[in-house]
């Protein structure tokens, strides 16, 4: 399986989390199982990223609310693009992905799973973090 295809596991995961309301790691473990994944890298790469999320919940979101627009708010936003944003944010700050190929690969989310405007809101908030975090110098 390629990357972009797990990180798409990945975010229905998230996605899944984010209707629920809760970060279960039994609902984790029963994803996987149902998504019938056997590979031990894509297994690891899920455990990292949605770990992770949870881990840095709060910084995660902090980071989210900051790159919005004035007069939005976290709660304003659609579970499908905080789903994409969060794994992407993920992405950005803790692991080694060049920001580019993070932006594009949540866009492309966004085209896929979200509603019309999906794809402009999550690629402006993206950009707005690399921006004020400064990620782009690191390349």
Do not use: C, H
């Not at 709660?75 to 060049?98: F, H, M, N, T």
């Amino acid at each position: 399986m390629k990357r972009t295809e797990i990180r798409e596991l990945t975010f229905r995961l998230i996605y899944s989390t984010e209707i629920q309301k809760s970060m279960d790691d039994e609902q984790k473990d029963i994803y996987i199982e149902e998504s019938e994944i056997k590979n031990n890298e894509e297994i690891e790469y899920i455990n990292y990223v949605y770990n992770g999320i949870k881990e840095n919940k709060e910084k995660i979101e902090k980071l989210i609310s900051e790159n919005l627009k004035e007069k939005w708010t976290i709660e304003r936003i659609s579970k499908i693009d905080i789903a994409i944003l969060k794994v992407a944010i993920y992405e950005l700050i803790y692991s080694e992905l060049p920001y580019k190929i993070v932006i594009n690969e949540a866009v492309e989310l966004a085209k896929k799973y979200g509603d019309d405007s999906s794809r402009a809101f999550v690629n402006g908030v993206l950009a707005s973090v690399v921006k004020k975090e400064k990620l782009a110098d690191e390349e």
